[in-house]
T-cell receptor, first 112, second 114 residues
Framework: QKEVEQNSGPLSVPEGAIASLNCTYS??????FFWYRQYSGKSPELIMSIYSNGDKEDGRFTAQLNKASQYVSLLIRDSQPSDSATYLC????????????FGKGTKLSVIP | NAGVMQNPRHLVRRRGQEARLRCSPM?????VYWYRQLPEEGLKFMVY????????ESGMPKERFSAEFPKEGPSILRIQQVVRGDSAAYFC????????????FGPGTRLTVT
């Protein structure tokens, strides 16, 4: 059973701080990793994708991947109240698998 | 709007009725995925389709649920004889290719079974 684990939170950070969101996955053969943001009552919105070990930066967001530790993280710099949402980690196993396996999400609250 | 489109956005059905959910993928995408999100639960994969083909239906309940993606028109997720436990948000996603590609989600259909 492929699993993706996230701390459910809530994670509270003050405005302007760095928010750090973490995710671990069980399938060592996983090849693609994604972070989605989901506001309450809305659909998931793709924020970042990462495929190789290391860091990938896009604006205020940085995704980090460590395949040896089976660990993915998302850093949000200069957090804003509009970043308050649930962040979903998703993993694509590859090797003929087409589905994304999602974690249950971490709820982030940015306090003004 | 070139994004993934779903309709209806909200659907209310009585127990025993049929529900039909539609999804038009993003322009240029021919790979469609359906996911279900139960209240306070994570997103769960249901089925993956390409035009006229079901590629992976490993997440679909064995009974009452079916999906299609015809040559012309949207993908349809069909739930027959709905029960209260089918109440959930159903999301469609599309991708450019079917391998490691990014999946983009539509706004979802929120099904309520009374």
């Amino acid at each position: 059973q492929k699993e993706v684990e996230q701390n459910s939170g809530p994670l509270s950070v003050p405005e302007g701080a760095i928010a750090s969101l973490n995710c671990t996955y069980s399938d060592r053969g996983s090849q693609s990793f994604f972070w989605y943001r989901q506001y309450s009552g809305k659909s998931p919105e793709l924020i970042m994708s990462i495929y190789s070990n290391g860091d990938k930066e896009d604006g205020r967001f940085t995704a980090q991947l460590n395949k040896a530790s089976q660990y993915v993280s998302l850093l949000i710099r200069d957090s804003q109240p509009s970043d308050s949402a649930t962040y979903l980690c998703a993993v694509h196993s590859g090797a003929g698998s087409y589905q994304l396996t999602f974690g249950k999400g971490t709820k982030l609250s940015v306090i003004p | 709007n070139a994004g993934v489109m779903q309709n209806p956005r909200h659907l209310v059905r009585r127990r025993g009725q049929e529900a039909r959910l539609r999804c038009s993928p993003m322009k240029g995408h021919s790979h469609v995925y359906w996911y279900r999100q139960l209240p306070e639960e994570g997103l769960k994969f249901m089925v993956y389709l390409q035009k006229e083909n079901i590629i992976d239906e490993s997440g679909m309940p064995k009974e009452r649920f079916s999906a299609e993606f015809p040559k012309e028109g949207p993908s349809i997720l069909r739930i027959q004889q709905v029960v209260r436990g089918d109440s959930a948000a159903y999301f469609c996603a599309s991708s450019l290719s079917g391998s490691r590609d990014e999946q983009y989600f539509g706004p979802g259909t929120r099904l309520t079974v009374t």
